[in-house]
């Protein structure tokens, strides 16, 4: 453990650069469906067709003029969960369990802390690469109503990627089995999907329903993304998310550290 104090965690990452560009370089192409062809796809489906037949009326749609500018920002902060949690659950396990890189890693004077932090620059990275395509789709559809809130909602989105990232890391670092993950994707992943605001209102889920899906964090990331993109912001609401997202990832990383270090070294 000595190695987390003669390594600085920004030396710590740069030495595992070479390995995340390798593994990228490896596996992109398994991407491409997921991360550049399905944003086109989202746009296109619930936005464009679907969206034709629902009235565009700003009362019932957070502000938002149709509900293409009402869905797809939603739908770009659920992209980055899903992103993050694909690149935390099965390369994590794999690391511990299969391929072992981790303890391969470990031989150096990494330490679980480096590993933890260059693992989620990759994650970081994916979340840039796929939410940029989404936000670049959506220029000529006309949905952004001011230069800045595009860059702001991306932001949010990578804040929203980054919290499950670091939150999932730490539970598959504590997961003996991939059948875990089952669980996670069913109970976890799917109902945040649908019930976060990404698809319509929370508040027509009724007032318990409307309570408990403002706890969720994928929410406070639909919520950011939506009103930056759309330009309806209610500023102390999105410093409220803000916070909340920011406290969440810091839970996370050392959730996610202590994770790995207990796994690993103890």
Avoid at 28 to 34: A, C, E, F, L, P
Avoid at 187 to 202: C, N, Q, T
């Amino acid at each position: 453990m000595s190695a987390t104090a003669d390594l600085s965690l920004v030396e710590g990452m740069r030495r595992q650069s070479d390995y995340w560009w390798t593994v990228y370089k490896r596996t992109w192409k398994g991407s491409i469906i997921s991360s550049f062809v399905s944003p086109l796809f989202y746009v296109l489906a619930m936005g464009v067709l679907l969206g034709g037949f629902i009235e565009g009326d700003p009362a019932k749609l957070e502000g938002a003029t149709s509900y293409l500018a009402f869905i797809v920002p939603g739908l770009v902060a659920a992209h980055a969960m899903q992103t993050a949690v694909g690149e935390t659950t099965y390369p994590v396990m794999g690391a511990i369990k299969w391929h072992k890189s981790y303890f391969a890693q470990l031989a150096t004077p990494l330490a679980p802390v480096h590993l933890v932090a260059g693992h989620l620059m990759f994650v970081l990275a994916r979340l840039a690469t796929s939410c940029a395509v989404f936000m670049v789709v959506l220029v000529p559809f006309g949905v952004f109503e001011s230069w800045w809130g595009p860059l702001l909602a991306f932001a949010s989105q990578l804040l929203v990627g980054m919290v499950f990232g670091a939150l999932v890391f730490g539970f598959s670092a504590r997961l003996r089995s991939e059948e875990g993950f089952g669980v996670l994707f069913r109970l976890g992943v799917f109902p945040l999907f649908l019930f976060s605001g990404a698809f319509f209102p929370v508040d027509n889920l009724g007032t318990v329903g409307s309570f408990l899906a403002k706890l969720t964090p994928l929410w406070h990331g639909v919520n950011l993304s939506r009103m930056f993109s759309i330009d309806e912001v209610d500023w102390s609401l999105a410093a409220i998310n803000v916070a909340v997202l920011v406290v969440l990832l810091v839970i996370g990383w050392f959730w996610a550290v202590s994770g790995l270090t207990k796994r690993l070294v103890t």
